[in-house]
Nanobody, 126 residues
Framework: QVQLVESGGGLVQAGGSLRLSCAAS????????MGWFRQAPGKEREFVAA????????TYADSVKGRFTISRDNAKNTVYLQMNSLKPEDTAVYYC???????????????????WGQGTQVTVSS
């Protein structure tokens, strides 16, 4: 079993930046796709970004493309989400997740991920 712990959330003004981290423990996630999702109040959880096990392939939601960057450090069993040019509509709880299928396919749907962190709140003020 794996534990995922997100950190780095907070309150930031529009146009600002935050860097989220997701540290895994209990099992290596180096061989698996990792993803970031978010959920705003009253809305369904939505895909934000994902990265393949090698880091060679990434994919982003259209709403964050060009502003967010996902990366990973397999030596640290950690994945990151650099968020720039933040907008009020980015306000949500952000979750990281791991897809334990051994595949190069980068999953983008909630149901394809096996384990989730508790989430970290990101609030962007206008």
């Amino acid at each position: 079993q794996v534990q995922l712990v997100e950190s780095g959330g907070g309150l930031v003004q529009a146009g600002g930046s935050l860097r989220l981290s997701c540290a895994a423990s209990g099992r290596t996630v180096s061989y698996y796709t990792m993803g970031w999702f978010r959920q705003a109040p009253g809305k369904e959880r939505e895909f934000v970004a994902a990265i393949s096990r090698t880091g060679g392939s990434t994919t982003y939601a259209d709403s964050v493309k060009g502003r967010f960057t996902i990366s990973r450090d397999n030596a640290k069993n950690t994945v990151y989400l650099q968020m720039n040019s933040l907008k009020p509509e980015d306000t949500a709880v952000y979750y990281c997740a791991v897809d334990f299928r051994y595949t190069l396919v980068v999953a983008t749907s909630v149901g394809e991920y096996d384990y989730w962190g508790q989430g970290t709140q990101v609030t962007v003020s206008s």
